[in-house]
């Protein structure tokens, strides 16, 4: 079974040897982001506008994209018109980082750990279990970044990710900050997809902006 596009950015984050997550609450929206990326890849979803839509339920036979597309289903049934992205991930992303690292501990790839902050508060962690995964990643992203643009859908779609929630720092470390925005810019502009899938991301980088920058706000109030 391949690993999804939330997989692949859970990875990312968390540290190899700590299983600590970096970058938590921007992850967290990228994750649930990856999620509804491959649904739309998949020809489940439909995200133009800034609204989502599910256009075919039938499960894609991986577990945690049809828990997603069944919540999805159900939540966009109760409304009125289709609900805007940054309501769904707003409402997802916690639970969708739960679930992927739920999916990476059945694959292998990731272990869980409980440990005690302070000697007091129980918390989980996971280290990476198998990091075969996650260096084969690592090595694709690179050769994008040193080769160009990609024809695969996949590949630019996880870059546009990255890029929507500034993870830059996580896919690319030895990359100065400024100059991995502006190559993933450049990477993600352009026919890489058809154009359904590219509106798709558009608006769904618009929409982690927005919620990434209330996060920070948020915090810094």
Same mark, same amino acid.
Do not use: N
């Given at each position: 079974?391949?690993?999804?596009?939330?997989?692949?950015?859970?990875?990312?984050?968390?540290?190899?040897?700590?299983?600590?997550?970096?970058?938590?609450?921007?992850?967290?929206?990228?994750?649930?982001?990856?999620?509804?990326?491959?649904?739309?890849?998949?020809?489940?979803?439909?995200?133009?506008?800034?609204?989502?839509?599910?256009?075919?339920?039938?499960?894609?036979?991986?577990?945690?994209?049809?828990?997603?597309?069944?919540?999805?289903?159900?939540?966009?049934?109760?409304?009125?018109?289709?609900?805007?992205?940054?309501?769904?991930?707003?409402?997802?992303?916690?639970?969708?980082?739960?679930?992927?690292?739920?999916?990476?501990?059945?694959?292998?790839?990731?272990?869980?750990?409980?440990?005690?902050?302070?000697?007091?508060?129980?918390?989980?962690?996971?280290?990476? =279990?198998?990091?075969? #995964?996650? +260096?084969?990643?690592? /090595?694709? %992203?690179?050769?994008? *970044?040193?080769? &160009?643009?990609?024809?695969?859908?996949?590949?630019?779609?996880?870059?546009?990710?990255?890029?929507?929630?500034?993870?830059?720092?996580? =896919?690319?470390?030895? #990359?100065? +900050?400024?100059?991995? /925005?502006? %190559?993933?810019?450049? *990477?993600?502009? &352009?026919?890489?997809?058809?154009?359904?899938?590219?509106?798709?991301?558009?608006?769904?980088?618009?929409?982690?902006?927005?919620?990434?920058?209330?996060?920070? #706000?948020?915090?810094?109030?």
């Amino acid at each position: 079974m391949a690993v999804t596009l939330a997989e692949e950015i859970m990875l990312l984050s968390l540290d190899d040897e700590s299983g600590a997550a970096k970058e938590r609450q921007s992850a967290a929206w990228a994750v649930s982001g990856g999620i509804l990326l491959d649904l739309v890849l998949a020809g489940r979803v439909t995200v133009d506008d800034g609204r989502i839509r599910v256009t075919d339920p039938t499960p894609t036979e991986v577990p945690l994209l049809d828990e997603r597309l069944r919540q999805i289903e159900t939540w966009c049934g109760k409304r009125s018109r289709d609900p805007k992205v940054t309501e769904w991930l707003t409402k997802d992303h916690t639970k969708a980082v739960k679930a992927t690292v739920a999916s990476l501990c059945e694959r292998g790839l990731v272990r869980e750990e409980q440990r005690r902050v302070l000697g007091l508060f129980p918390v989980s962690r996971y280290p990476e =279990a198998d990091g075969s #995964v996650e +260096r084969e990643l690592r /090595a694709r %992203l690179r050769a994008v *970044l040193a080769e &160009g643009p990609t024809h695969r859908a996949r590949t630019t779609g996880l870059l546009a990710l990255i890029h929507g929630a500034k993870l830059h720092h996580l =896919a690319f470390p030895d #990359v100065p +900050r400024k100059e991995c /925005a502006a %190559l993933l810019e450049e *990477l993600t502009a &352009g026919q890489w997809a058809a154009e359904g899938v590219r509106r798709a991301i558009r608006d769904m980088q618009a929409a982690m902006v927005l919620v990434t920058t209330a996060t920070v #706000v948020a915090a810094t109030s």
